[in-house]
């Protein structure tokens, strides 16, 4: 449906009755033949609705709008379809009706980047697409507390995606045409909307198919390890014992030498460092688990493995011109939640990597035992405290033999 009363429009853009009517006698949606409003005005009801709860003066924008220097008309292409209206549906009424745990539907528009809902509050259409995914999870027992954790993951994950998708269309799209002689708000939003039809739906595309490449890669993982378990027990395979390991690899003074090079030049050094250990992990079986700071945390099936990407690592670090690194890792079992990893192991690994001298790569006895010693020598540094670390830890100092 695309033809909608003044008090439908209202309540699809989540404006009242009142505020709708002040955003038309400003002008704010142009001239109008009759009381009927389509997608393309609720999408441009809404974002005035969130440009005025950011602060910003109604009576402003529309006067601005009247000039010509910003313009809502980009909103009528259907590209746009991003900006979503609400339904008719509250969250109660949606748990009612689906017989799913209200809390799991309320988590959904926390997972989107927005505020925690109330129960009475209505769904929007984008988060009403999210619904088949909890009521197939869930059907397949999935606890609720995995569903919660999972829809969080992604959000998380999603929210880097678009940011960067965002600021490079602003900086290449928007500001580009911003730039042009004479340009108009007119002239800007189709250049966005231009930007938008080429390549908003192939975005979705390419999000989907790296999406599903991703889920072939730890699905097959999972297999490996569930077939070597099974043919373990049947007496028909014998592996050696090779707990996964975690790394980390801190930088020290990286923040504060990010700082000193500026905006640009710190966004390149991040893009470096990100490139070159997203590589090297890859190469050797592993990944990068998340940022901290100054540093980044692997996660390695191999421990073997793990020392050669952390060795080519650290190399690689000091050839592109960074601090030294300072690499620690431990091997053993690891809790793995919302695409993180916890447990002793993560945390033995933090401070092998904190005791690490600069440029050096640093492991546990788990390590030196798990690892084939045909490319690695291992230099004994003895049992050794660490801080917030139980007892003594025996470390080595790994090198390539």
């Known amino acids: 449906m695309s033809d909608y009363s003044r008090q439908q ?7 009242s009755v009142d505020q709708l009517t002040q955003i038309l006698e400003l002008g704010m949606l142009g001239e109008r033949a009759d009381d009927r409003f389509t997608s393309g005005d609720i999408r441009k009801i809404g974002l005035v609705r969130d440009l005025t709860a950011a602060g910003l003066p109604l009576d402003a924008l529309a006067a601005e709008l009247k000039t010509g ?22 969250f109660e009424e949606l748990s009612a009706s689906k017989g799913i745990p209200i809390n799991l539907l309320l988590v959904i528009r926390e997972a989107i980047g ?41 959000g998380d994950s999603l929210q880097r995606v678009t940011t960067a998708d965002a600021n490079d269309f602003r900086r290449f799209v928007i500001e580009a045409a911003a730039k042009q002689p004479g340009a108009t708000g007119a002239d800007i939003g189709a250049a966005g909307a231009r930007g938008t039809q080429l390549i908003a739906a192939a975005s979705d595309r390419a999000l989907v198919a790296i999406y599903h490449a991703q889920q072939a890669h730890n699905w097959t993982a999972g297999i490996i390890e569930g077939w070597e378990r099974d043919l373990a027990r049947a007496g028909l395979y014998s592996a050696m014992e090779r707990p996964p390991a975690v790394c980390f690899l801190d930088i020290t003074g990286y923040t504060r030498l990010t700082a000193e090079r500026g905006d640009e030049a710190a966004a390149e050094l991040a893009h470096d460092l990100a490139r070159l250990v997203q590589r090297t992990s890859v190469q050797y079986g592993g990944r990068a688990v998340k940022w901290l700071g100054d540093g980044v945390m692997f996660y390695f099936r191999d421990p073997g493995s793990g020392v050669m990407a952390a060795l080519d690592m650290a190399a690689g670090v000091t050839a592109a011109g960074l601090p030294p690194a300072h690499v620690g890792l431990h091997a053993g079992p690891v809790v793995m939640q919302g695409g ?62």
Do not use: C, W
């Open 9 to 15: 429009a209202a309540e699809r853009a989540d404006v």
């Open 69 to 90: 220097h910003i313009a809502l008309d980009f909103l009528d292409n259907p590209a746009f379809d991003m900006f979503s209206a609400l339904t008719n549906q509250t």
């Open 114 to 154: 927005s505020a925690l809902p109330s129960p009475t509050d209505r769904v929007g259409e984008n988060e009403l697409a999210v619904v088949p995914l909890i009521e197939g999870q869930l059907a397949s027992g999935y606890s609720p507390a995995a569903i919660e954790r999972g829809l969080r993951t992604m």
């Open 340 to 401: 993180d990893y916890y447990g002793q192991t993560v945390n033995i690994a933090s401070r092998i990597a904190g005791y690490a001298r600069p440029g050096e790569v640093v492991v546990s006895q788990v390590v030196v035992n798990s690892a084939e010693a045909s490319h690695l020598a291992f230099t004994d540094l003895g049992e050794t405290e660490l801080k917030g670390v139980a007892g003594t830890v025996h470390l080595y100092a790994a090198r390539r033999a």
